[in-house]
């Protein structure tokens, strides 16, 4: 019983978008991916500006 818990509600799957198999289930898959898209542009813009102010102090020196 704990393996089918652990493979239905605690591991990612690969083959649907690295959600659970009850994330599936429920209809939380979208969501989650959304989600993770929105957390993965806000990282590229926030290293984006961070890499563009080490620019400005290298030529700035």
């Known amino acids: 019983a704990d393996f089918v818990d652990y493979y239905n ?3 990612y799957h690969k ?6 198999p ?3 289930l429920y ?7 959304q989600r993770r898209k929105e957390v993965r ?3 590229i813009n ?3 500006n961070y890499n563009r102010g080490l620019r400005e ?3 700035a020196a």
């Open 9 to 11: 509600y605690r591991r």
């Open 15 to 20: 083959a649907i978008g690295d959600v659970t």
């Open 22 to 24: 009850a994330d599936v």
């Open 27 to 33: 209809g939380r898959r979208e969501q989650i991916l």
């Open 41 to 43: 542009i806000q990282t």
């Open 46 to 48: 926030r290293r984006r």
């Open 57 to 59: 102090l290298v030529n």
